[in-house]
């Protein structure tokens, strides 16, 4: 088993975090000390006294601190990865806006309000998001790997893939991933007429309904292919945003859309449902070449749902 190599940066950091806590719980007992000559200091209206001294509760988070970066390594080592996965940053408060990719749009795109496409989130957060299609493989390895290395991703399903084992999803979706629309049949869409397309889009979205409780927000087709007709349908069924991807992770290997093969901030990574029988080495396997190369390069994984 490979051991897992933690950078001098990534230890500062989580030491300085120690730090900075360590320090704002001082000041906090610090304050709560000054006063009168008694021990015990009266609480203001409303307020309740401490359960423990304060240097009690700075031990306590110090060492949840201590406990939370361990039961990363930990994981990590587990799960034969190279290095700890990068801690992604806070959700934006304010959300950044999205467009079209140049290149993507159909005619009269911005006029009808059509649904953004794009392959990329706005953002100077060096993160990336993960997106996996379809749901032909249920690995169940995958899914304790992903939870317990707390990995953000996103699904977009397909009804005709996810029908046979449906529980799979809801263990998923259970785990905080949002389930979202890849049509019912997985179809070539610009070669089906508008009503067409839109029985596959909004058949998927009843379906997500029943099953899972909630109308997906997000829709990608199939293949990454489109046309006008697609994008309406999409808005008539409630789809608001279209993202598409700018790499795509294999069990073996990446590929990439830009010539440079490089990565960037903001990027969406595709993957998918996929194991032995189509790839050369499980969803496991791809999980850990997605994440050494991502944590290699400085990158965390974060929630796309969180940049919408």
């Known amino acids: 088993m490979r051991a897992v190599v933690q950078d001098d940066k990534s230890r500062a950091f989580g030491g300085a975090r120690i730090g900075l806590a360590v320090l704002a719980l001082a000041a906090i007992a610090s304050g709560c000390a000054q006063g009168g000559g008694s021990d015990q200091v009266t609480p203001a209206g409303g307020q309740q006294p401490l359960d423990a001294p304060p240097a009690h509760a700075l031990d306590s988070y110090a060492s949840k601190l201590r406990a939370a970066h361990a039961a990363r390594v930990a994981a990590a080592h587990r799960w034969e990865l190279k290095r700890v996965p990068l801690a992604a940053p806070p959700a934006p408060e304010r959300k950044p806006r999205i467009k079209t990719r140049k ?27 993960l997106t996996i299609d379809d749901g032909a493989e249920k690995d169940r390895t995958f899914l304790r790997m992903m939870s317990d290395l707390d990995v953000p991703y996103t699904a977009f399903l397909s009804g005709y893939l996810v029908k046979d084992d449906p529980r799979y999803f809801k263990k998923m979706q259970a785990r905080g991933v949002v389930l979202n629309n890849h049509t019912l049949h997985h179809p070539y869409l610009p070669g089906l007429s508008y009503r067409a397309q839109k029985r596959e889009i909004c058949g998927m979205q009843r379906y997500m309904q029943k099953r899972f409780g909630k109308r997906p927000a997000l829709f990608r087709p199939p293949y990454g ?18 993202p598409l991807w700018n790499e795509e992770v294999f069990a073996d290997r990446w590929e990439y859309r830009e010539a440079d093969r490089e990565l960037r901030p903001g990027d969406i990574v595709l993957t998918h449902f996929r194991g032995p029988a189509e790839w050369k080495g499980t969803m496991p396997d791809m999980i850990r070449r997605f994440l050494n190369k991502v944590t290699a390069e400085g990158y965390a994984v974060g929630r796309l749902e969180d940049y919408l």
């Open 225 to 242: 292919s489109y046309n006008r007709a697609t994008l309406r349908a999409a808005k008539a069924c409630g789809i608001t945003h279209v």
């Open 103 to 129: 290149g993507f749009q159909v005619a009269g795109h911005r006029r009808s309000g059509l649904p953004p496409v794009f392959t990329r989130i706005p953002t100077r957060d060096k993160v990336v998001f």
